[in-house]
């Protein structure tokens, strides 16, 4: 059974980077059947799909285009984990975000327990 | 506004079916696998349906899921008091670059 556990700051500044971990465990990083998802979900914006790594011989990331120029999603082989790095965070971005794999048969399957982030100072 | 679009709300009584849409287009649902979540408050979304109508281990018979053009619904028969939660859809879409896009969700509610 793969289980998603989920580190990071409850708390960030307008302006300041917000940075979450997920910890992977029943399957790995590199795996050539997985993708691995950050996914936030808020009241106003419902649930939002960020991006996601994944490896096929190499490393390859997606991003949803909004975020495109404040988004990073890196791939952790030594800790078998992922993180999101999501910079010039203002009050919009508070949200429930969720890290979550994308299985062999494509789906999104399993999901971390999701953390509130909230943007304020 | 999200991409896909369900009804905010449906409900039923115990042992009634309950069925609820999924709005898309051919960018997403027209060219993609549909899958279906249920989120019970405070909780992670858990998979109910994948691949339009299959459903992983441990979900009960009673939710199937089905898929025509660019439209998909999940439908929960022999409804019961623990269905009461929130219902996403959920696929693929080839646009821009290829992402992930949800329906704003369905309130579903035992009476």
């Known amino acids: 059974q793969v289980q998603l556990q989920q580190s990071g700051p409850g708390l960030v500044k307008p302006s300041q980077t917000l940075s979450l971990t997920c910890a992977i465990s029943?399957?790995?990083?590199?795996?050539?059947?997985?993708?691995w998802n950050w996914i936030r979900q808020s009241p106003s914006r419902g649930l939002e799909w960020l991006g996601r790594?994944?490896?096929?011989?190499?490393?390859?990331?997606g991003y949803v285009v909004s975020l495109k120029s404040r988004i990073t999603i890196n791939p952790d082989t030594s800790k078998n984990q992922f993180s999101l790095q999501l910079k010039s965070v203002t009050p919009e971005d508070t949200a429930v975000y969720y890290c979550?794999?994308?299985?062999?048969?494509?789906?999104?399957?399993?999901w971390g327990r999701g953390t509130l982030v909230t943007v304020s100072s | 506004q999200s991409v896909l679009t369900q009804p905010p709300s449906a409900s039923g009584t115990p042992g009634q079916r309950v069925t609820i849409s999924c709005s898309g287009s051919?960018?997403?649902?027209?060219?993609?696998?549909v899958n279906w979540y249920q989120q019970l408050p405070g909780m992670a979304p858990k998979h109910l349906i994948y691949?339009?109508?299959q459903r992983p281990s441990g979900v009960p018979d009673r939710f199937s899921g089905s898929k025509s053009g660019t439209s998909a619904s999940l439908a929960i028969s022999g409804l019961q008091s623990e269905d009461e939660a929130d219902y996403y859809c959920?696929?693929?879409?080839?646009?821009?670059?290829?992402?992930?896009?949800f329906g704003g969700g369905t309130k579903v509610t035992v009476l």
């Open positions: 051919g960018s997403n649902i027209g060219r993609n696998a």
């Open positions: 790594t994944y490896y096929r011989s190499k490393w390859y990331n």
């Open positions: 979550a794999r994308s299985g062999a048969s494509g789906a999104i399957d399993f």
């Open positions: 029943g399957d790995s990083v590199s795996s050539n059947n997985a993708a």
């Open positions: 959920a696929t693929w879409d080839d646009s821009l670059n290829g992402h992930w896009v």
């Open positions: 691949s339009n109508n």
